[in-house]
């Protein structure tokens, strides 16, 4: 493992891997971006890198379900929680399971060079100045044949949120904004479709499909609207729905882009 020293997230772990995903809205991503990946994904044993994966909400169901996964995350205290999480897991899921402590702009290094059928990296570019590094990286650990999914900020809905939450001033700036302060008290970057569809093409993987995360949850949450969760699974088959077809996950606050690596 890699000494990863600056845990700027150590203050949010707590947060983001107890709360954020015990939340109606925390299964609704977890859901979606599951049946989003199924579409795409070889069947298990494949191997699968989570580039960023946190306390592998996303990651450890596919191990469950019988792929080989190595969660990589900078993050100590968030590798705490997986660590945590993992504990929980049958036997057989957790051995399929390897935690490396290293960041994303590292990756290749970090796993030795080795290459991967899916790499996975969900919400993680926006915490960076910029994608086109961790994206280079994600081509670079992508095997002939396999996909890299990349989950982050809609750059075209940024307006939303503010509007919602009737901060109209910083509404009418979002319009040409790419960063604001996320629901975790974290700086966030967005991203467009079009520019992340470059920038994976420039690491010789080409973007199959582009999906929406989180709309209408989103949406009613901003605006002080109580999910009840008894109606989880109703809203996560909707948002799903949704995430495919247009105009709707153009309006989404996330997107997920998945592409698939060519040949040697």
């Known amino acids: 493992m890699a000494v990863v020293n600056d845990d700027v997230f150590a203050a949010v772990a707590d947060k983001f891997a107890?709360?954020?995903?015990?939340?109606?809205?925390?299964?609704?991503?977890?859901?979606?971006?599951?049946?989003?990946?199924?579409?795409?994904?070889?069947?298990?044993?494949?191997?699968?890198l989570d580039v960023g994966g946190g306390a592998g909400h996303q990651s450890f169901p596919l191990a469950e379900a019988g792929y080989e996964v190595t969660l990589?995350?900078?993050?100590?205290?968030?590798?705490?929680?997986?660590?945590q999480r993992l504990e929980r897991l049958p036997d057989e899921a957790r051995r399929r399971v390897t935690l490396v402590a290293a960041a994303g702009e590292n990756a290749v290094g970090a796993v030795d060079g080795r290459r991967f059928d899916a790499v996975l990296c969900h919400g993680v570019l926006g915490y960076l100045d910029e994608s086109?590094?961790?994206?280079?990286?994600?081509?670079?650990?992508?095997?002939?044949?396999?996909?890299?999914?990349?989950?982050?900020?809609?750059?075209?809905?940024g307006a939303v949120r503010p509007a919602l939450e009737q901060r109209w001033d910083d509404a009418m700036a979002a319009?040409?904004?790419?960063?604001e302060i996320?629901?975790?008290?974290?700086?966030?970057?967005?991203?467009?479709?079009?520019?992340l569809s470059e920038l994976v093409r420039g690491g010789g993987v080409e973007p199959l499909r582009w999906y929406g995360v989180w709309l209408f949850v989103d949406w009613l949450g901003f605006a002080g609207v109580d999910l009840d969760p008894g109606d989880a699974r109703k809203v996560a088959a909707l948002e799903l729905e949704a995430g495919r077809r247009d105009p709707y996950r153009q309006l989404s606050r996330v997107f997920h882009l998945v592409g698939r690596r060519g040949p040697d």
């Open 175 to 179: 319009f040409d904004a790419r960063t």
């Open 182 to 195: 996320g629901v975790l008290g974290v700086t966030g970057r967005a991203d467009t479709v079009e520019e």
């Open 18 to 48: 107890d709360e954020a995903y015990a939340s109606v809205k925390g299964y609704v991503r977890t859901y979606v971006m599951h049946h989003q990946l199924l579409e795409h994904l070889s069947p298990p044993p494949a191997t699968v």
């Open 72 to 83: 990589l995350d900078p993050s100590e205290a968030m590798l705490a929680k997986a660590r």
């Open 132 to 157: 086109a590094p961790l994206v280079e990286q994600l081509c670079r650990c992508t095997a002939a044949d396999g996909i890299v999914s990349v989950m982050t900020g809609n750059a075209r809905a």
